[in-house]
């Protein structure tokens, strides 16, 4: 009987650590990488001039750990394979799957367009 108890909270404990170790692959930021050919992109953006044309406003941000879940806090990375989402900015809206407009406070980043928000899951 006393096998049994120990077994179990064995298992419990493994099972939490496991979970501890997968967490960061779950809960994902928003670590973006700006690829230099539209083919290369999972998504194509366009930058627009005003916040009531965007889809996304998005928010800058300076610390890979300061990003969201999917909020429009976005930190630019340095190599391709760090990066969550690879965007291509086109040069006309019409090209774009997704319009954003850069925000210069953090609070203001968000959706507009809650259509699109799978584009960046």
Do not use: H
């Not at 179990?8 to 967490?23: E, G, P, Q, V």
């Amino acid at each position: 009987m006393n096998r049994v108890l120990i077994f179990k909270a064995s298992y419990r404990r493994m099972n939490t650590i496991a979970l501890l170790i997968l967490m960061p692959l779950i809960v994902t930021g928003q670590k973006i990488f700006s690829v230099a050919y539209a083919n290369q992109a999972d998504v194509k953006v366009f930058v627009v001039n005003y916040l009531n044309q965007a889809d996304l406003a998005v928010f800058k941000v300076d610390y890979a750990n300061q990003t969201g879940k999917n909020d429009g806090k976005w930190f630019f990375v340095e190599y391709a394979n760090q990066a969550d989402k690879k965007i291509y900015f086109v040069d006309y809206a019409n090209q774009a799957d997704l319009k954003i407009y850069f925000v210069p406070y953090a609070n203001q980043a968000g959706w507009r367009n809650k259509a699109k928000i799978s584009l960046l899951y």
